[in-house]
């Protein structure tokens, strides 16, 4: 390889994407295709640093299979950087499969950490913890301990393990010093504000206050019956009671739990539950139905008792009811948390992160468009959407996992 090429590859791993491609920029050959690929991904030219390593894949053709393995892992960590995590997940473990076999472990470690991170960004929190436990990073270079203790971070942030994800970002420090990267320095500042940004509103009937993520797990280690409007789940210590599709069913436990220990009337539960302004006998009989579906749903935990006005809750056996919500609340705000990461996601990768439609997702996108919320750029399936990020607030740590037919 020539000296220009090292040099060039010497500069992209040092983080100077301006230097490799003051060495590469007019050559056609394809290493030096791969470089300028990876270049422009660095300056966030996503689409051509796309082209230019798809090039660079077919130039080096079957010939030179840990070259082009080495494309196929970059494309991958472009399609992830971009936020289109569609891209073929066979490809990337072949391509990891070519590269160990040929002794080049370091990129296929990283192939590895980028789809782990993949499946940490759709919220595959299982199959993410196992995939990264077949990873070693001790072997490893100080860039990928750096990328192995920020998924670490990441699966325990989503898990609400404040203590653990606080001693990982700490492991993402001192690699990152190791590594002196400045790019990926800054991704570890920015993990490490999420610990100290708000994460959730704790709802009672005596007012709201808003909780860090060390509170967050504090609370589920507590003996309250927790109201979780972030993952619309009832939770009591090891008991979990999911209302993930049962969006009724849910609104009248949450209102029932803002307001305990005092009972909530009939006329609001019929607004909270079914938006019904002018309730008429319908109306209250489907109430009658869906508290008793609730009573018998949640007989574990409490007793729905009936009361002149409405209903009220009752505890069996916890003496606290809170609820837990996000820190913004209001229309498609699962869109919102995922956009406000400051990267360009598209329509697809919002919707398999989601665990929805993707039609369902651009009707979200077209109505917060409409109120300049988020904001598109390109066209056709180069699309891609964004949303200034929700200051100082952890948005993404309490987004549902995907149901499990998704």
């Known amino acids: ?22 060495r590469v920029a007019l050559r056609d050959d394809a290493p030096a295709l791969a470089l300028r690929g990876i270049a422009m991904a660095q300056l966030g030219d996503f689409a051509r640093a796309k082209e230019l390593v798809k090039r660079a894949a077919r130039a080096f053709g079957a010939k030179e299979p840990v070259a082009r393995a080495r494309c196929i892992v970059a494309e ?21 499969l070519t590269l160990d076999a040929h002794g080049d472990h370091v990129n296929a470690a ?4 980028l789809d782990v991170r993949r499946l940490l960004l759709i919220g595959r929190l299982d199959e993410a913890e ?16 750096t990328a192995h203790a920020l998924v670490v971070a990441g699966i325990a942030m989503r898990r ?3 203590k653990k994800s606080r001693a990982a970002i700490a492991d993402a420090q001192r690699a990152a010093r190791l590594a002196a990267i400045p790019a990926l320095t800054a991704e570890v500042d920015s993990a490490s504000r999420l610990l100290d940004a708000p994460a959730a509103r704790l709802i009672t ?11 967050v797990e504090a609370l589920q280690n507590s003996k309250s019956i927790i109201i979780d409007a972030c993952r619309h789940v009832v939770r009591h210590k090891k008991t979990e009671l999911s209302l993930a599709t ?42 009658r139905v869906e508290m008793g579906r609730l ?29 837990l919500a996000r820190p913004v609340e209001e229309e498609h705000a699962a869109v919102l948390a995922l956009l406000a990461d400051r990267e360009a996601w598209s329509s697809s990768a919002l919707a398999l992160a989601l665990g929805t439609s993707q039609r369902s997702v651009q009707r979200a996108l077209d109505e917060l468009a409409a109120t300049n919320k988020v904001q598109p750029f390109g066209r056709g399936r180069a699309r891609r959407w964004m949303s200034p990020s929700l200051p100082g607030l952890a948005t993404m740590l309490l987004l549902p996992p995907p149901l499990p037919d998704h």
């Open 110 to 113: 990283y192939g590895g950490y």
């Open 160 to 162: 609400l393990q404040a």
């Open 295 to 323: 009573r018998k749903l949640l007989a574990p935990l409490a007793e729905v008792n009936a009361t002149k006005p409405g209903f009220a809750l009752v505890l069996r056996r916890a003496r606290v009811v809170v609820v």
């Open 205 to 215: 009937r005596g007012g709201e206050r808003v909780l860090l993520l060390d509170d």
């Open 1 to 22: 390889m020539d000296s220009l090429i090292t040099a060039a590859g010497h500069a992209l791993a040092a983080g100077d994407p301006l230097g490799a491609l003051k």
């Open 246 to 287: 049962r969006p009724v069913l849910f609104a009248l436990a949450r209102a029932l739990g803002e307001a305990w220990p005092a009972d909530v009337s009939r006329e609001t539960l019929l607004a909270r539950a079914f938006r019904a302004r002018h309730a008429d006998d319908s109306h209250r009989a489907r109430l």
């Open 76 to 96: 991958a960590e472009i399609a992830l950087v971009s936020r289109d995590l569609n891209w073929p997940r066979k490809a990337l473990d072949a391509a990891r």
């Open 130 to 145: 196992r995939k990264l436990g077949a990873l070693d990073p001790a072997p490893l270079p100080p860039a990928l301990r």
